[in-house]
């Protein structure tokens, strides 16, 4: 508005309406119109009606109810023409209104990502990265340090220790030779048998105890 226009009062000017207004109101005048077609279509009926039934008794009241729904047919093309325009202002405006708002969670998420990266730099990472992977190594090697037992180090012979194994094999197959049965090894013998047979040495003892006593008699 200019200097004289803001001093004498001038017309302001008007705010545009948002997109969802603007949606709103297209289809409170897309209801509008298909009402006023649903009754353009009832009336359109009833004169066509009117002029059937006139055709022939009255010329001139048929023909004022043709003229009448020829008008009525005319605006109700005229009506058909309006709403495809609002229909497709409509999509355009709902359109535009969905590439707003996907436009604005773009703009969103890029702020909100340039802000995470506000304080990092590739340099930085990399910096980290080599940090870490140089700290993995160090542990490593704590580990490694920590798993070999200290004053036990590897310094045994392995000809030593070749030779000792020798000769606990060679050990080994003389004590399996001796447990392999041959002919000189006698038979268990059954100890059943043993306890059931009758002792003859002392039947034989008791046979010399009476010899002598019947010499000492005789001897007397």
């Known amino acids: 508005m200019s200097f004289f226009g803001k001093l004498f009062g001038g017309k302001k000017e008007e705010v545009a309406p948002s997109p969802g207004e603007a949606i709103q109101k297209l289809r ?118 920590i798993s070999n037992p200290v004053g036990f180090t590897d310094d045994l012979d392995d000809d030593e220790l070749e030779k000792e194994l020798e000769e606990l094999e060679q050990e080994g197959l003389e004590e399996d030779l001796l447990q392999v049965p041959g002919p000189t090894q006698l038979p268990a013998v059954p100890t059943d048998a043993v306890a059931n047979k009758p002792i003859k040495p002392a039947a034989r003892k008791v046979e010399d105890d009476d010899d002598m006593k019947e010499l000492e008699a005789w001897a007397s």
């Open 28 to 145: 409170e005048t897309e209801e509008m119109l298909i009402k006023k077609q649903d009754f353009l279509e009832k009336k359109i009926e009833e004169y066509t009606l009117v002029a059937k039934k006139n055709a022939s008794k009255n010329k001139r009241v048929a023909l004022q109810a043709l003229k009448k729904k020829k008008r009525l047919e005319k605006t109700q093309l005229q009506i058909d023409g309006t709403l495809t325009t609002i229909e497709m202002q409509r999509e355009a405006l709902e359109g535009a209104s969905t590439n707003t708002a996907v436009l604005d969670s773009m703009k969103n998420a890029a702020d909100a990502l340039k802000k995470a990266h506000k304080n990092l730099n590739v340099d930085d990472v990399h910096d980290i990265m080599d940090d870490i992977a140089e700290q993995h190594d160090i542990a490593n090697e704590i580990t490694n340090a």
